[in-house]
C-alpha cells in the first residue's frame, strides 16, 4: 500500500523559506517520479513540482519558477521541496503525490505565509 507523509509545513512571513519532506513507503520509490501538489483555500489541487526517478529532472510550474527547488534522496524514500521567496498566494496545502494529479497522497502539510 502506497503510504506518504508529508511535514515541514507551519506559518512563515512573506519572504521567507520552508523545506517540506515526503517520507514515503509501500512501492518502489526509485521507480517512480515524484510530484508536489498543492490546494489553497477554496481551490483546486494544483501541481506544483515534478522529479524524475533518478532526481536529474525537473519540472516546475510558472508560479514557483525560481522559488522552490524539489530533490529527493532515493536511499531514504523521500522526496523535498525547498521553498524559498514565499508569498501570500503560496498559502495551501501541500502534498506529495505519485502523479500530478494528486494520487496517493496523503494528509498534507499546511503552509501559511503571512505577516
Known amino acids: 500500500e502506497v503510504h506518504l507523509v508529508e511535514s515541514g509545513g507551519g506559518l512563515v512571513q512573506p519572504g521567507g523559506s520552508l523545506r517540506l519532506s515526503c517520507a514515503t513507503s509501500?512501492?518502489?520509490?526509485?521507480?517512480?517520479?515524484m510530484y508536489w501538489v498543492r490546494q489553497a483555500p477554496g481551490k483546486a489541487l494544483e501541481w506544483v513540482s515534478s522529479i524524475n526517478r533518478d532526481g536529474a529532472t525537473a519540472y516546475y510550474a510558472d508560479s514557483v519558477k525560481g522559488r522552490f527547488t524539489i530533490s529527493r534522496e532515493n536511499a531514504k524514500n523521500t522526496v523535498y521541496l525547498q521553498m524559498n521567496s514565499l508569498k501570500s498566494e503560496d498559502t495551501a496545502l501541500y502534498y506529495c503525490a505519485i502523479n500530478r494529479n494528486g494520487l496517493g497522497r496523503g494528509q498534507g502539510t499546511q503552509v501559511t505565509v503571512s505577516s
Open positions: 509501500g512501492f518502489i520509490f526509485s521507480s517512480y517520479w
